[in-house]
């Protein structure tokens, strides 16, 4: 009778964590990007250390490393359907957001000085 149950126990044990793993594979997954900005005039945005020009959809963590105190990085969805601050004038450091891209055309700039540092990227 022991050797029933302990069998019993195991085929259940081992079902719900096939439903667990079913489950933590339906989430959605979250693609790395980085920006950078100074301590020059320079703003870049890269996915494993290539310039970005065009994404697919979806989920995307952005850490930026703002270099200089006189400038900030803004990210931006023509059409002003979207628009965040990722640092601002003043900070030096890091900051890190997770934003879901959709389809159009993005762009990130520093305030400041957008006429000269700006760049822009395709998602869809």
Partial sequence: MVGKALVLACV????????????????????????????????NLTK???????????MYRIIVSD?????????EKSGGAFERRVTTVGFTGSRTITVRLTRGRWEYYCEPHESSMEGHFTVG
């Fill in 12 to 43: 259940g044990a081992a079902g719900v964590a096939l439903a667990l793993s079913s489950v933590s594979g339906a989430r959605t997954s979250v693609t790395l990007l980085r920006g950078t900005v100074g301590p020059g005039f320079t703003i």
């Fill in 48 to 58: 494993q250390g290539h310039r970005v020009t065009r994404l697919a959809p979806g």
């Fill in 67 to 75: 270099r200089s105190g006189i400038h900030n990085f803004k990210l």
